[in-house]
């Protein structure tokens, strides 16, 4: 069977949030399974493509509306990734030092033609199209509906959701710049007067899934504005857990932290990870430390944690540390709360790969009290690596968090997006801290938890045989 995934990041080329590690990671576990899994991904200025040496092995143009540009197809010299991938090349629109801008219409409708005009001279067709989020989301329907792409016409189009407050919304008097198609069926590119990318996919897709079981359901009543399309859809939708990559995420082999460890040594290998961390930082190695790892939007709830910082400062023996970047009030905040705080609290704005795992290495908590999280990665490498996570009962992390007062649990979970949840987790938190042996077993029981893409890419190989 041969998937192609196309997506607009994948780790370790270019990653904004999870859907990079996700794309990173699912197909290399695919072609674990035999699967013939690759990927497909804008050609972008970033560190990666400056490092490393490609080759073209195709070049063409490509029509958007009135403006003729050129693409290549390139290929990475060297890859060691663990599966096929493929750059788009289109000098004029991809080739930049973002992933995002604010005016991405052309640059991803760019990328999606020209990966279908390039699927087209293969000897083979795909046997399935697997498209990622919005920037893709017009594949489906272009393979349904343009007269470019009729051969296409019965490869099964997969939709993943990962994250759908991102619909990539664009006016009706750009319908020009899609490939020619019949007219009468525009309406599926239609949704709430505009041109929805996302909501034409799940309308055109074949199966729609997104990246946990509770962020499905959740979806149908909170989705920003596609409530009732998704629950009109309800009958091809199905929510499967990401997981990670436990080669990548791996204390015991782990390049970017400070010590090594695995259960035998957890304890030494964490506490150097710690007093790193505590050192650079200013904080003190004999309090809990509290971490915070992501963007700092409404979304991931980071616009309570000033409030709920000084009150937790304020009343327990604690250490906060904060490492993340995004919305430029609330890094001014952060910053500020250095002077008030010192010795106690610390934060890092900016996106640092190799100080995010030692966070993960060293770190006792870490608090996520996401608004919408639907799946969550860092609560998977937290576990991974030994440190407890504290979260709000949303998405993906209602599905793999199980708080301590129940059996078997081994997290703190709250209800609310709020400072007093948040406060009150993190009391809880202290108290089960100060409880060195039930905190140590639990730390041991966390690391144990498997949450590698093994189960999930089977669920995604059996939901491709049930399609194909």
Known sequence: MDIVHISAECYPIAKVGGLADVVGALPKYQTASQISSKVIMPYYDKAFTQSNTFTAIYESQLQLGDTTYNFSILTLNENTLGFDIFFVNVPDLLFKDYVYSANDTERFLAFQIATLNWLLTLDKTPDILHCHDHHTGLIPFMTQECYDYTVFKHTPTILTIH?????????HDKVGLIPAFNFDHVGLLDWGGDINPLASAIKCAWRVTTVS???MEELKTSAKGLESLLSAESDKCVGILNGIDWKVWNPKTDPFIKANYDLRNVASGRLTNKNYLCERFNLDINKPLF??????????????????FRQVLEKNEASILLLGSGNKEQEAQFEALKSEYKGSYNAFIGYDEKLSHVVYAGADFLLMPS???????????CLRYGTIPIVRRIGGLKDTITDISEDNGFGLCHNEASVSDIVGAVDRAMTLYKDQT???????????????????????????????
């Not at 971490?291 to 709920?308: H, T």
Request: one cysteine or more.
């Open 371 to 381: 608004r919408v999280e639907p799946c969550g990665l860092n609560q998977m490498y």
């Open 291 to 308: 971490g915070f790892i992501g963007r700092l939007v409404y979304e991931k709830g980071s616009d309570l944690f000033p409030d709920a």
């Open 163 to 171: 994250n759908a407050q991102y619909q990539g919304w664009f006016p």
């Open 213 to 215: 079981p509770s962020y």
């Open 438 to 468: 039930k905190f140590k077993q639990i730390r041991k029981h966390i690391m144990k938890i498997d949450h590698s893409w093994d189960v999930s890419a089977k669920q995604y190989i059996n939901l491709y045989q049930s399609i194909n």
